[in-house]
T-cell receptor, first 114, second 114 residues
């Protein structure tokens, strides 16, 4: 049982490049989330998926898109990366509509945009 | 919309001393409350959670927290700090809409002096 996994662990991009961050969970959770963490800012919600087939914007969605590929996988895409998107990105999941409220977090992806 | 305030950005304590980290929340209904810990370069790990019932909750690693509705607080305590407790601590409040989203405070960094 791996919990929540994220790939890649580290990434360096140039301004304007695109990339997709992958997230998968093996806990049969309904809901999945993408956060970014910046120094002194805590975690801010980018997008979430309350259940398979639905996605919604969080607090800071601009510059990002998401896809809930199936119940296990939730990807985050940067279409044209900007230096302001340099951050640590965390994926999380929980039972959501049914089950426990606790969110389980992946290890994070450290992204630098030059 | 819910919000969380952690008034202390950085706290330094001596090993063996007691610890209290403050958390105040704003939420229009009965809150779900969480404390997470993040070691450097790691993801977030749940320390404890409050959903309902007993207002004093016990967590892992000897931590406890007390929910005080009248003060809108959920402070984290530990009677004797160990050097390994040095980390960043995040308080979060959970909403029930849309799959149990969490709103995080900006975190309190704990340093422990040997």
């Amino acid at each position: 049982n791996a919990g929540v996994t994220q790939t890649p662990k580290f990434q360096v991009l140039k301004t304007g490049q695109s990339m997709t961050l992958q997230c998968a969970q093996d806990m049969n959770h309904n809901s999945m989330y993408w956060y970014r963490q910046d120094p002194g800012m805590g975690l801010r919600l980018i997008y979430y998926s309350a259940s398979e087939g639905t996605t919604d914007k969080g607090e800071v969605p601009n510059g990002y898109n998401v896809s809930r590929l199936n119940k296990r996988e939730f990807s985050l895409r940067l279409e044209s990366a900007a230096p302001s998107q340099t951050s640590v990105y965390f994926c999380a999941s929980n039972g959501g509509l049914t089950g426990d409220n606790e969110q389980f977090f992946g290890p994070g992806t450290r992204l630098t945009v030059l | 919309a819910q919000s969380v305030t952690q008034p202390d950005i950085h706290i330094t304590v001596s090993e063996g001393a007691s610890l209290e980290l403050r958390c105040n929340y704003s939420y229009g209904a009965t809150p779900y409350l969480f404390w997470y810990v993040q070691s450097p370069g790691q993801g977030l790990q749940l320390l404890l959670k409050y959903f309902s019932g007993d207002t004093l909750v016990q967590g892992i690693k000897g931590f406890e927290a007390e929910f005080k509705r009248s003060q809108s607080s959920f402070n984290l305590r530990k009677p004797s700090v160990h050097w390994s407790d040095a980390a960043e601590y995040f308080c979060a409040v959970g909403a029930r809409a849309g799959g149990y989203q969490l709103t995080f405070g900006k975190g309190t960094k704990l340093s422990v002096i040997p």
